[in-house]
T-cell receptor, first 113, second 110 residues
Framework: DAGVTQSPTHLIKTRGQQVTLRCSPK?????VSWYQQALGQGPQFIFQ???????QRGNFPDRFSGHQFPNYSSELNVNALLLGDSALYLC????????????FGQGTRLTVV | SQQGEEDPQALSIQEGENATMNCSYK?????LQWYRQNSGRGLVHLIL???NEREKHSGRLRVTLDTSKKSSSLLITASRAADTASYFC??????????WGAGTKLIIKP
């Protein structure tokens, strides 16, 4: 079991550009949640996908969007990147929408210059 | 905003000692979870305690929950160098969202 895998591991982008991050959930999991974690802070909930629909959303602007595919994998897209978007982006998968135990990937470190 | 607040922000102890971290929150909860994070990478689930539970054990971990005080504590007994990490509490609120604190950085000195 590969667990939750995220790609890429590191990424450097320029202000104003767009970025796509990818996540494959743990086998048997159908729910994917995305988090942003700034240095020295706890994760901030971005949104959750279940049955290919965004079910819940945190306090993030519309520049942050996502998608879930029929195989439960997911993408996080960020448009018009700002310096403040630099962070570790974490994907977590779980079975069903209710959080019992979330399994996290190793994250994608995004640096915006 | 982050509803969970861990205390202390950082803790440094000798190997073999016990480490205690606290988490306070503001809203009603379904459950409270503790996670560990090594070197700013992925988070590992440690233990979940439901709102109707008061204490839970898992190996060297002991978690307590006091819903009247809206607080929880994580005790790691007989600490090891490998326990060096950041520890986060995450609160599942009534909307089933996980809300996180800023974490406690634990350093175990050999």
């Amino acid at each position: 079991d590969a667990g939750v895998t995220q790609s890429p591991t590191h990424l450097i982008k320029t202000r104003g550009q767009q970025v796509t991050l990818r996540c494959s959930p743990k086998s048997g999991h159908d729910t994917v949640s995305w988090y942003q974690q700034a240095l020295g802070q706890g994760p901030q909930f971005i949104f959750q996908y279940y049955e290919e629909e965004e079910r819940q959303r945190g306090n993030f602007p519309d520049r942050f969007s996502g998608h879930q595919f029929p195989n439960y994998s997911s993408e996080l897209n960020v448009n018009a990147l700002l310096l403040g978007d630099s962070a570790l982006y974490l994907c977590a998968s779980s079975a069903g929408q209710v959080h019992t135990e979330a399994f996290f990937g190793q994250g994608t470190r995004l640096t915006v210059v | 905003s982050q509803q969970g607040e861990e205390d202390p922000q950082a803790l440094s102890i000798q190997e073999g000692e016990n480490a205690t971290m606290n988490c306070s929150y503001k809203t009603s909860i379904n459950n409270l979870q503790w996670y560990r994070q090594n070197s700013g990478r992925g988070l590992v689930h440690l233990i979940l305690i439901r709102s109707n539970e008061r204490e839970k054990h898992s190996g060297r971990l002991r978690v307590t929950l006091d819903t009247s005080k809206k607080s929880s504590s994580l005790l790691i007994t007989a600490s090891r160098a490998a326990d060096t990490a950041s520890y986060f509490c995450a609160i599942e609120d009534s909307n089933y969202q996980l809300i996180w604190g800023a974490g406690t950085k634990l350093i175990i000195k050999p």
